[in-house]
């Protein structure tokens, strides 16, 4: 299947700051990208769809200022979390559509512990 | 009512064991179904990917999709101690590519 990296696996990061996640088709170009964020125990959410070249759209109840999505070229999306604050701590994960293959394939995820 | 009901488990079998995993769904919208394996800390792998209704087979595993019962079912035969994982259901509708996961769950197959 298609490649889909996700970078950094794992960061920590002081409450107030921001941190930025990127996520990147290796071997594809992605028009859409999605993120997901999974609390432990928990199934993953859809939080916002981010389509190259244009805004994000976000699902109900996630705040787009706080959750900043760039989706500048058809290999890379990032999600930035603006001041973040401990109960932002999660698993983030993205998944890119291959067009190729009519599938998404997913990163293997970003764990973000806000201290 | 959630989208997506799957039982969390956690589910313990035996080597060699049959297992069955199962999710119920509300919106007759959906067409496509996937069933996703995570390992601890990563993220999801695709394992099986069904098109509306019927069976579809590879290897070991067998997915079933009844959307009369709104129900889907992912059988592993022979399962292995590898096989233990989280195991997620996950549907879009026709068109996109928007997934609703069910919660997972967690299968553990013991030697």
């Known amino acids: 299947g298609a490649v889909v990296s996700q970078h950094p696996s794992r960061v920590i990061c002081k409450s107030g700051t921001s941190v930025k996640i990127e996520c990147r088709s290796l071997d594809f170009q992605a028009t859409t990208m999605f993120w997901y964020r999974q609390f432990p125990k928990q199934s993953l959410m859809l939080m916002a769809t981010?389509?190259?070249?244009?805004?994000?759209?976000?699902e109900q109840g996630v705040e787009k200022d706080k959750f900043l999505i760039n989706h500048a070229s058809l290999t890379l999306s990032t999600l930035t979390v603006t001041s973040a604050h401990p109960e932002d701590s999660s698993f983030y994960i993205c998944?890119?559509?291959?067009?190729?293959?009519?599938?998404?394939?997913f990163g293997q995820g970003t764990r973000l512990t806000v201290v | 009512q959630k989208e997506v009901e799957q039982d969390p488990g956690p589910l313990s079998v035996p080597e060699g064991a049959i297992v069955s995993l199962n999710c119920t769904y509300s919106n007759s919208a959906f067409q496509y179904f996937m069933w996703y394996r995570q390992y601890s800390r990563k993220g999801p792998e695709l394992l099986m990917y069904t098109y509306s209704s019927g069976n579809k087979e590879d290897g070991r595993f067998t997915a079933q999709v009844d959307k009369s019962s709104k129900y889907i079912s992912l059988f592993i035969r022979d399962s292995q101690p590898s096989d233990s994982a989280t195991y997620l259901c996950?549907?879009?509708?026709?068109?996109?590519?928007?997934?609703?996961f069910g919660t997972g769950t967690r299968l553990k197959v013991l030697a």
């Open positions: 981010s389509n190259e070249g244009s805004k994000a759209t976000y």
């Open positions: 996950a549907m879009s509708e026709g068109g996109t590519y928007k997934y609703i």
């Open positions: 998944s890119a559509r291959d067009p190729r293959q009519d599938e998404a394939f």
